[in-house]
């Protein structure tokens, strides 16, 4: 008998072929889901990037590609990020740049190591948070006053202490508290000139970090890296995310 006259056996092919789609996609490329712009999902793109992972984005732009989002129950907790790999779709920042470090084998080698690279990379998210909400608030000279001074007298000071005699934060080895570490340095450094100068181990630090070679790439202009955020981020974040005005 023919295959035409056995319809089942085309069905099956056909399930089959779209199973092995299917299957490919889950193991292709991770999709990041956020606007183009840094804000939340930029150390998640650094941390990918250290651990050589080739990825893809979906940036949004509009209140439509939004909703289809929600709609489509892709968003748990109705926020981006939003990331889709290994066949899921993981929000919540923290919990995603987790799964990567782990999966890459960049959160430590057991409980103790790890809950320190947590501690160390949360400090460094901390000042992150701080200037990543900038540009959507006012009162931003007083603002910054309060993060130069907390950056110099509560963070760097601990990131200076933890990297004497230390190439890396954790360990001795390369992890996400360093990836995050390294990406605040420079976040502080566009705010603040020479904030550094006085803190040689972070400067250091941050020398060494641009000589791996996937991080010195992701620095490279046309790398997928965004820069500082500009008005036009800044109206289409709230134009996506508040349609109706706050
Ligand atoms: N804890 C969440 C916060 C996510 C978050 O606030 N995302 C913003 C964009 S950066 C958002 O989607 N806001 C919309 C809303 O909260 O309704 C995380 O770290 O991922």
Redo the contacts with the bound molecule.
């Keep these: 008998m023919s295959q035409p006259d056995r319809p089942h056996i085309q069905l099956y092919q056909l399930y089959t072929h779209l199973d092995s789609q299917n299957t490919e996609a889950m193991a292709g490329k991770p999709v990041l889901y956020?606007?183009n712009g840094r804000?939340?999902?930029e150390a998640i793109r650094w941390l990918l990037a250290v651990a050589e992972v080739e990825f893809d984005e979906v940036l949004l732009t509009t209140r439509e590609q939004y909703d289809k989002l929600l709609s489509d129950g892709a968003?748990m907790?109705?926020?981006?990020?939003m990331v889709e790999i290994d066949g899921m779709q993981l929000?919540?920042?923290?919990?995603?740049l987790h799964y990567i470090a782990q999966k890459y084998n960049l959160h430590g080698k057991d409980p103790k190591e790890r809950v320190m690279i947590n501690m160390y990379a949360e400090g460094a998210m901390d000042v992150m948070e701080m200037i990543m909400v900038l540009p959507f608030i006012t009162d931003v000279k007083a603002k910054l006053d309060n993060i130069q001074t907390k950056a110099k007298e509560r963070y760097l000071p601990v990131y200076e202490k933890a990297l004497s005699g230390h190439i890396y934060l954790v360990g001795g080895e390369l992890s996400l508290a360093d990836v995050q570490l390294f990406e605040c340095t420079l976040m502080l450094e566009e705010k603040f000139t020479g904030i550094l100068a006085e803190f040689p181990n972070v400067k250091s630090f941050q020398g060494r970090m641009t000589q791996i070679p996937a991080v010195s790439r992701f620095l490279q202009p046309g790398s997928k890296r965004k820069p500082q955020p500009d008005d036009v981020y800044v109206k289409t974040?709230m134009g996506v995310?508040?349609p109706k005005g706050l």
């Design positions: 956020y606007f804000g939340r999902m968003l907790f109705q926020q981006v990020p929000i919540q920042t923290k919990a995603i974040v995310l508040y």
